[in-house]
């Protein structure tokens, strides 16, 4: 069920972090400003609760052609297709057979087909979830998470699955550009130590229009890549919580025992871009932050922050819908109380309870 709130023009007031003008764009996220952020609408798509619908835990959330495609690799391993109003439509089947996945990675668009990305092919389906064919990637490279390109290239995340030779630093490439065929490497770029090698993210590629960001852990940059170039356009600053060289020379058990101790905050992770903002996660001794940056007014803030004044806090951010953050809420993870709430606000239809379906929330912003 799709539930609208237009035009809430929730004016609310919060604190910002800004970075000074330069050349690459500095987003301190302590470094504290009054501003109003603005909050245009609400979207609430509450899915189907039909027992071949339900989500063990969303990876990434996509609408595409009136539906919504929700990738799972907590509890189903497979993706879930729902129409735009939330009424399940088909989903994918675990299994080496044609058209089964065992452990997918990421999805994408092509056409008319979904993509679906396993660690050494590609599976193509229809937009409604019917099995069209595989497609073998070169061996040698696995990737944890692909993206392709509006020139048919694709980018590819990873390292190489075999066992490296360490006086060759080619195994240790984070990205890989390669053609549309996947045949050619095209590009390799952005090294890291073999001790870093096991610091990977979990959605470090965000696509918008013809804007493609990336991050690599352990450093604290955002990069953007334009005809196969790359370069640094954020730099993600804490002020004397920053990663330094020294912590990268201590390697990856002193940098993650500095963040676990509160001393240094970092490690980025879940990055989405919109016209207006971006959104990224890091790590901190008490867990995952997520913070908004927005592009126009160069400040940010704590998402936790957001969802709190909005009256919804035990959301989590799944991706983007053209300019808006998608996020979601387990209503298991609510209390009783909880619910009846969002209920009595509008908010929910009364059929929510703590064992129904996972519920979407669009949140489109002035």
Known sequence: MKRNFVALLLLIALTFSCGPKREVESINCLE?????????????????????????????????????????TYKTYGVKIFFDSGEYIAGTKRGKGPGELIYPYS??????????????????????????????????????????????????YGSSNVQPNYANDDNWYRYRLY???????????????????????????????NSILFVSRPENFIYSIVNGDIKVIYQVEFNEYSIDKDDLKGGKFLLTGSIQNGQRFGLLDNLYETGQFIAFSYLRWNGIEFVIYSKK???????????????????????????????????????????????????LSDTITRMSNYILVLINFC
């Open 297 to 347: 007014k160069r400040l940010s803030t704590p998402v936790s922050q957001l969802f709190n004044l909005l009256g919804l806090p035990k959301m989590e951010i799944v991706g983007t819908e053209k300019e808006r953050l998608i996020c979601a809420i387990n209503p298991e993870e609510l209390s009783e109380m909880e619910i009846s709430n969002l209920i009595e606000r509008g908010l």
């Open 107 to 156: 999805l994408s668009f092509s056409q008319d087909s979904l993509v679906i990305h396993e660690m050494y092919r590609f599976v193509y389906y229809d937009l409604n979830g019917t099995y069209l064919k595989d497609k073998a990637l070169p061996a040698m490279f696995y990737a944890s998470a692909m993206a392709p390109l509006t020139n048919g290239h694709i980018l590819a």
């Open 179 to 209: 053609d549309s065929d996947m045949n050619t490497i095209l590009k390799k770029f952005i090294i890291t130590s073999r001790d870093f090698a096991p610091l990977e993210c979990d959605h470090p590629i965000s696509i918008y229009d």
């Open 32 to 72: 504290i400003n009054d501003l109003e952020f603005c909050v245009d609408s609400l979207e609430i798509i509450e899915l189907s609760n039909s027992e071949e619908a339900f989500i063990g835990g969303i990876t990434s959330c996509h609408f595409y052609n009136g539906r919504i495609y929700i990738l799972d």
